[in-house]
């Protein structure tokens, strides 16, 4: 893989449905969701202009899930709503090691003297939620959960920097694909309701036909509202360590020795809502509280008085 300088146009219609020659959400699309993937070892390549970096991935396992993360039958992994013309699927992928390497590039613009960043970790998932328009499978939210146990990090001082300046490098082109992305959304999503045909009862379960109203009701309390990326670690050691010492000469002959300092957190939890706009009821996040109200109430004051500002210019 390699990034893109500028972000590229939308992929349009799913490639799986084009080459069923339908354009719609059908029987392709189901086939293809309710495989069982697993593979013994993945290797991935990033190419960057300031570094390059690399993702191994053994064991790996994907699959279809129903809403509560596990395996069932296959017509309860996904629901459908025809009055709304969309569909929810649920996909969970597992892996038993996964191990993540970066290091500077030739021509880059870091420094001469880089250490290379090395995380390795045991056990972990991925667990995935999207929103699909069901007349041309195109994905209205997602949402993507990193859950990891326990994981010890040891990190020097270079590593440390060395990771913050590749995370500045990627700034630029992830904040080019957000603008797009913001750009291309619409204002308010006005689905129309599909034709009713035999491959929507795939998605009810055995023996029962639910009225619209209790699949309206299932389906709003599994909706992604918006899109979202979460990552959860169980707990997490880390050990930062000053190696400035190896760097400079006689440091070790005139007895300075580094340091370092040791970090621990438990349920540790990272939550980005990269569309939310300024001032939207945050209601339906995963860690909601009271004390967002407040929060809620000031944004909602600041969208007041820009809009007023505007308004009289």
């Known amino acids: ?46 190419h960057s202009k300031a570094f390059h970096a690399s993702f191994e991935l053994w064991q790996l396992q994907g699959y279809s899930v129903n809403p509560n993360w596990q395996q069932s039958d296959l017509r309860l992994t996904r629901i459908t709503d025809p009055q709304r013309g969309e569909v929810l699927t649920f996909k969970e992928l597992t892996w038993q ?49 990193f859950l990891l146990d326990d994981l010890l990090w040891v990190l020097t001082d270079s590593q440390l920097k060395a990771m913050m300046k590749y995370a500045e490098s990627l700034s630029e082109a992830m904040e080019k694909s957000a603008q797009q992305r913001k750009s291309l959304a619409p204002e308010s999503v006005q689905v129309t309701p599909p034709a009713p045909s035999a491959q929507q009862s795939w998605a009810q379960p055995f023996g029962a036909s639910p009225s619209p109203s209790s699949i309206g009701q299932y389906f709003d309390k599994h909706d992604m509202k918006e899109s979202s990326y979460h990552l959860l670690i169980s707990r997490l050691d880390l050990h930062i360590c000053d190696d400035s010492h190896t760097r400079e000469a006689g440091a070790l002959k005139h007895g300075m020795l580094g340091g370092a300092i040791q970090l621990t957190f438990r349920r540790m939890a990272f939550d980005y809502y990269p569309f939310h706009r300024a001032g939207d009821a945050c209601k339906h996040w995963v860690r909601y509280s009271e004390a967002m109200e407040t929060r809620g109430q000031w944004a909602r004051k600041l969208v007041s008085d820009f809009q007023s500002k505007i308004e009289k210019l």
């Open 1 to 46: 893989m390699r990034t893109c300088e500028e972000p590229r146009p939308p992929n349009g219609q799913s490639p799986i449905a084009l080459a069923a020659g339908q354009s719609e959400y059908g029987f392709a699309e189901k086939v293809v969701e309710g495989m069982f993937i697993v593979v013994n070892s993945i290797t991935i390549k990033i």
């Open 97 to 145: 090691t996964l191990r993540i390497e970066a290091d500077a590039t030739d021509n880059g613009d870091q420094d001469p003297v880089t250490t290379p960043l090395r995380l390795i970790t045991n056990q972990g998932r991925i667990q995935i939620s999207l929103k699909r328009r069901t007349k041309d499978c195109n994905v209205v939210a997602s949402k993507l959960m």
